[in-house]
DNA sequence: CATTCTTTTTTGAGTAATCAAACAGTTATT
DNA sequence: AATAACTGTTTGATTACTCAAAAAAGAATG
């Protein structure tokens, strides 16, 4: 049975993998980002094994098979694709959709989810810049860099907030830097960890690295 | 804990309370609508008494306390409005909307609920013809009778149909007997076990008792 | 009123998911 | 190499929900 614990699991393993697609995904991170203790970890990742869901190395990590990919985008698409769906259709703010979403994501079925697709003319991207997975063939790579590899001086369009929090969100939004936004690096001062961005037309505000590097650009 | 088995135990016992509020609903009434053996609504049901959420006679039946009556009022709620909101915003067909909605009853928050009942203009019925609870306040009560009792050459509002399986839902769409439809008994014949009805403006179907006493009407 | 049938409860067991804490294996440090 | 620190696994328990089958209570019938 996929229940939505596994659900769980498997899209958390997908996004972890993907901060390192060679790597096996350690157990402890896994645990760590499940918000479980490392022994539930252990059992939960034995049962995907014989389910055949990932390959698991004991004492090594686990990396999903392509069968267990499959499931994680899917759960993905359902997602993200809720969470337009709940700031374009039901006006909630991008900041709360994410908690929304972590539960209808199990929730709806494939008919609905298709019908939510129509309605939004299947978006690709969600509400922070996630690209959706498409309901069949592989998932679209862009290549985007963090603010803070930008050469002052240098325009880009902002593609991506990846932090859920919703203070943060809230902040992103009140500053003005939602994806779609045009910036230029005005000033880096690696003393003061600030990066002064202009935004475009109008509009400037300072970030510290730490904010920096949670948002995504495409260089123009 | 209030599980999602909670919340269709709940619900369950209100509907089964609703058909004779005088009595005690039977444990063997309950297990058959929850379809769980008689054991499973035994332990069951020492645990909603414990939560005081109903109060259990052992070998006499069980009964909500008004607060198990609210909470499941809330879920009936949720259930109602998310079908009205499948049917009217995603385009589902009414014959399908109650299966969807006995998963997603336990997935929607409160916000998303209110939003959904926003953008319906805080609809009062279901599509279906079932009365919505209100967020505050007593369930309103309007007298239906089946269409059985209508007398041969009296009219009535078609105002519920009280049968969720999709092929009878199909059925009615089909004959053209949903909801807000006017009609006249032309005739009955009991031998026949047949209710002849005309459809206004133009129409006629007969059907059998069966069929026709879950078609719930108001007299004109 | 004794027997039979029906309904309900009890008992014992299983699955899914979790934690705490003991244990084991691996890597790093002295 | 010995020890310490870290990481991961095992074991034993718990909670929520369920079923199968035995037992008990109550109702109906001859
Ligand atoms: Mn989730
Ligand atoms: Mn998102
Ligand atoms: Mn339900
Ligand atoms: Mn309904």
């Not at 880096?188 to 690295?209: N, T």
Request: hydrophobic share 40%; aromatic share 4%; proline share 8%.
């Amino acid at each position: 049975m996929i229940t939505s614990t596994v659900e769980n699991y498997l899209k958390r393993i997908y996004l972890e993998q993907q901060t390192d697609p060679a790597a096996l995904v350690p157990m402890g991170k896994l645990a760590a980002v499940m918000q479980v203790v490392p022994g539930t970890a252990t059992a939960m990742v034995k049962t995907l094994a014989d389910s055949g869901l990932l390959e698991y190395e004991p004492r090594g990590g686990i990396r999903l098979t392509p069968g267990g990919e499959q499931l994680a985008l899917h759960v993905l698409r359902r997602h993200r694709i809720i969470e337009l769906f709940l700031v374009e259709t039901l006006g909630l703010d991008w900041s709360e959709v994410h908690e929304e979403a972590e539960t209808l994501e199990h929730a709806v079925s494939d008919k609905v989810l298709e019908r939510m697709d129509r309605l939004l003319k299947h978006p690709r991207f969600d509400p922070h810049g996630d690209p959706i997975p498409p309901a069949k063939g592989r998932m679209p790579t862009d290549t985007l860099i963090p603010l803070t590899s930008l050469q002052p001086g240098q325009r880009a369009d902002i593609a991506r907030v990846s932090d859920q929090d919703p203070a943060f969100l809230q902040f992103i939004d009140r500053s003005g830097l939602t994806p779609g936004t045009t910036i230029q690096l005005q000033a880096h001062d690696p003393q003061a960890d600030a990066y002064v961005l202009k935004i475009l037309p109008k509009g400037r505000v300072s970030l510290g690295s730490t904010a920096a590097c949670k948002i995504l650009v495409r260089e123009a």
